[in-house]
């Protein structure tokens, strides 16, 4: 179960990007280790697993604002895809 905050979005979502990648490196350090239970390692695991989808969502968030504040040559403001790649 995910932990949530009182205004209702979880713990991850709240966390800066920086501090879901720095925890998501821990993480996989501690998984990487192998000595873990096993009930230990599926918390873990699943902590991984929100951080990922967290950072994804927060890396898609940032990708959104980029691509609608590219400006056009005359000036006004122009949806532009960032190139993937």
């Keep these: 179960m995910e932990a949530q905050e009182s205004n209702g ?6 966390m800066p990007l920086e501090a879901i990648l720095k ?23 699943e902590e991984g697993v929100r ?7 927060r890396l898609d968030a940032a990708e959104k604002r980029v691509d609608q504040l590219v400006t056009g040559e ?12």
């Design 9 to 14: 979005t979880t713990v991850e979502e709240a």
């Design 23 to 45: 925890r998501l490196d821990e993480v996989v350090l501690q998984l990487e280790k192998g000595d873990l239970a096993l009930e230990e390692s599926l918390r873990v695991f």
């Design 51 to 57: 951080l990922t989808r967290a950072g994804q969502r």
């Design 74 to 85: 005359g000036g006004e403001t122009v949806l532009q895809p960032m190139s993937r790649g």
